[in-house]
């Protein structure tokens, strides 16, 4: 599989591994906005990932590395897996920020947007298996904001 270039917009919580420490699985877009999926990423490396001389949020940056399909137990066709688990051939670019109402990162995030949750849904069995997507709903019925305690 050849480099690829992902930015990567969402991570999981960490979950514990017996063949590594804490994993997180991650998940992005390529330059053509194209959904992928990349797991196992450890939890240690992506919190000691400097950018710009400084430790920041790994959402919404631009990563480079060699990458290759998950195994066949997994049906997903966006999930891939680093070629190297310490991740040394990783290039690590500018990260796009929120000026201009996000205008950098909509260019790339909502390139293939669902607004039909039918369609979405359908492509999400056999044989197309789709498992990330963005989904735009056509209304919001209610919005209900919980204060964080």
């Known amino acids: ?3 690829l270039r992902v930015l990567i917009i969402v ?3 960490p979950l514990p591994s017996r063949s590594y420490d804490e ?3 991650t998940a992005g877009v390529l330059e053509t906005g194209e959904w992928i999926r990349i797991y196992p990423v450890p939890l240690d490396f992506m919190r000691g990932m400097k950018i710009k001389g ?6 919404y940056t631009w990563i480079e590395l060699d990458i290759r399909r998950r195994n066949k137990d997994d049906f997903r066709p966006e999930s891939y897996s680093p070629v190297d688990y310490s991740f040394k051939d990783l290039e690590v670019f500018g990260s796009l920020g929120t000026s201009d ?3 950098e990162r909509k260019e790339f995030c909502l390139k293939n947007v669902y607004t039909n949750l039918e369609t979405l849904i359908s492509e999400s069995r056999e044989p197309t298996n789709k498992s990330l997507a963005a989904f735009k709903p056509k209304k919001i019925l209610k919005f209900r904001a919980v204060p964080f305690q």
């Open 54 to 59: 400084s430790l920041r949020k790994f959402k």
């Open 23 to 25: 994993l997180v699985c």
């Open 11 to 13: 991570t999981t919580y």
């Open 101 to 103: 109402f996000w205008k």
């Open 1 to 3: 599989m050849p480099r």
